[in-house]
DNA sequence: GACGGTGCCTAACGGTGTTCGGCGCGTACC
DNA sequence: GGTACGCGCCGAACACCGTTAGGCACCGTC
């Protein structure tokens, strides 16, 4: 990610429109879908535990082994976990930029609500390698491309920003900051060092 | 962390050291600190899945249900596991920060050499919520001691530095870097922005 | 009407964390 | 010196996990 292109790529926003159009669900049957689905509710409401192929056969109403008629295994279930996810990112990221007075805020913010309504999706987006060899193709890419746009193809700085944004989000999630903190106030000041007022060092 | 002490505290070497030679393992019998340290070897060498009571009590060379004999159960393995990473954190910073020039830089680098030379045990560490009950208290206030002090007692700057790096190490240590990014630099700027030329703006 | 594929089933394999009952051995005490 | 105790181990078992194999019923197509 932020990286995946040359640094000179200019990125028309018809582009990340047409990326967006890529449904990852289309390469499934209906079935397969509807388990997905279900997957992703499981997921959410009972935490990665609950996930196993006979706690989602049992909310389906198949047993386990049914389920491999229509995903390969599990790790191809939460690859199409993750390639939604990221489609859904990617559809916020590029809302929440349009006429938006600072994007780069506009992104993060959206960032930290994305996180926060799927605490345990966005954990299994992030907390292991990828398998680029069973996600939708392209969807990584296009869930980053509205902060790379923001930037102004600065790679750089959209990798210190996604980073700051990924670790706030996961040790909020993670509960690793005191309940005390402002974390708000947190996320402003840090915003306003990446994205603030470029010119302060200017003549 | 980053917040469980007022804003006022002054932190003096002198009780960071204190708090370092409360060493983690001391409350255990000699059986159960020789488990820990095959746990972290075994964890580090085959990575998470591997660790699994009966593999761990492989390497011993006793069954898996021998282990409860001297550690209540997996959790409480993990937690000795990530007290005493904590334990190594704090000494490393506190010795990292010594004389010098630039102590938030080298912090910085200190906490990312920590996750690159142990990447299981950070992730451990860190990827879900901490069970404070079981951990060895104020060892996870130990490691953080270092940084707070070296943003004078800021918890909202210290807080912010730590997200930012947290966010770099795991994403790097998840491969979600592409393999042509420049992370030294990306570092660089990012600690020059939290810990920079404060005065960049001053007349 | 037979054929083939689809979608489900049961059963099983090897793995996981954990508990239970038993057993041997060394130590402490009478 | 004999006895009691408890520590540290063991085997067996339970409930769960991901996954595979083989069978069976249905449904559309030739």
Redesign the pocket.
Known sequence: MFGAYPNTVRVRKEEVIQMQATRVLDGL?P?AREIVQVARELLEREGPAA?????L?DQI??????I???LR???ALEAALISVGFEEQAELFARAVQGAANPILALTSAYRDFARRQPNLYRLMTERALRHDLLAPGVEEAAALPLLHATGGDHEQARAIWAFAHGMVILELNHRFPGSADLDTTWRKGIDLFAGQPDADQP
Request: net charge positive; proline share 0%.
């Open positions: 049957t079935r996930l196993s192929m006979r706690r056969g109403g198949i047993r386990a082994s049914s491999y008629e229509h295994d599990k790790d």
